[in-house]
């Protein structure tokens, strides 16, 4: 062992087989934008043994003041590529995989299989629910974590403890995003860094365990807070992500976008429906799945959450991304 992590394996809650242990983990990171920068420089500093970065965007000028892992010349790079190359900059001596695409349903499966914990940086609904959902069926630990303006939140789900979908199982009928509300980096920072805290706590197995714990930050007031949630119960019915190669011929397809933002529909006989008129659909055959597809999978895990109010539970959602 180098004199790398000597620091750390000081710690006599550490020491040599803690960073073994670190060695031979491997991390999927989803997201390298602000959370994601603070994640994955504290987990290749701490001498996690390999990472797989996922995440399609590429690097923008808007992003820098909030993403320390990139400068000036990484703009218009792919960040999951800009990312790797930057986590092997600072330690060349783990493996480090660019997964330069979307997080699907199609692809969530495998990569979630291959990785001991899985660190949701996304700060989307629509990937915290799909990778919550697959954490949850296959028992591995996901760390997830939030923010907007100036406070947020992390939580440890899954492993063992109740899931994302049973914390949260509504999403906010209005939700602001970081480019309509804005963000200030420092509290991107922190709360990716308490992240990476709960990360390393989980896979160097410290007790008490922070799986089943949220950790919030007001960046207002300066005050950490939280709650435990050990006894929450899962959902008894949850509309998941599909993909549309999981189209069966019988389900309603139902488009939330609008014709200028989507010409064509998902599948032929699919209906074109606006978000605020998805109250109709809660009397359509009773027997049949309705899918509901949008860009991201946010208008449609809305409108899940407001059908399965008036008693539709046959739900399915497809994320369909951004128009080739």
Not at 48 to 64: F, R
Not at 150 to 178: T, W
Not at 207 to 216: A, D, E, N
Not at 275 to 284: E, I, K, N, Q
Request: with cysteine; charged share 20%.
């Amino acid at each position: 062992m180098t004199d790398r992590y000597i620091r750390q394996t000081t710690l006599s809650e550490i020491g040599a087989a803690g960073q073994t242990r670190l060695a031979a983990a491997t991390v999927l990171v989803v997201g390298a934008g602000g959370l994601g920068s603070s994640v994955l420089q504290i987990l290749a500093g701490a001498g996690v043994g390999e990472i797989v970065i996922v995440d399609h965007d590429h690097v923008d000028i808007s992003n820098l003041h909030r993403q320390p892992l990139y400068d000036m010349s990484d703009i218009g790079v792919l960040k999951a590529e800009a990312a790797r190359d930057a986590v092997l900059r600072s330690n060349p001596d783990i493996v480090t995989t660019a997964k330069s695409e979307r997080l699907t349903p199609a692809n969530a499966t495998e990569l979630i299989e291959k990785a001991n914990i899985v660190i949701d940086a996304a700060d989307n609904f629509a990937v915290t629910y799909m990778l919550s959902d697959r954490c949850l069926a296959v028992g591995k630990p996901l760390i997830s974590a939030s923010v907007l303006g100036l406070s947020g939140y992390v939580g440890a789900y899954c492993g063992g403890a109740p899931s994302y979908r049973a914390v949260f199982p509504d999403v906010p009928e209005a939700a602001g995003s970081c480019a309509s509300i804005g963000v200030l980096g420092s509290a991107v920072a922190i709360l990716g860094s308490l992240q990476a805290h709960l990360a390393l706590h989980v896979l160097l197995d410290f007790r008490p365990s922070v799986l089943g714990r949220v950790v919030s930050f007001d960046g207002h007031s300066l005050q950490f807070g939280g709650f435990g949630f050990a006894d929450c119960p899962e959902p008894q019915h949850a509309a998941q992500f599909i993909g549309l190669a999981d189209l069966e011929p019988e389900d309603i397809v139902v488009d939330l976008r609008g014709v200028a933002e989507a010409p064509i529909l998902p599948r032929s006989d699919a209906l074109r429906v606006a978000p605020a008129d998805v109250d109709l659909l809660a009397s359509a055959d009773g027997g049949a799945r309705i899918v509901l597809c949008c860009r991201s999978g946010q208008r449609a895990l809305r409108a899940a959450g407001r059908l399965q109010a008036m008693g539709r539970l046959n739900l399915a959602l497809v994320a369909l991304g951004d128009p080739s």
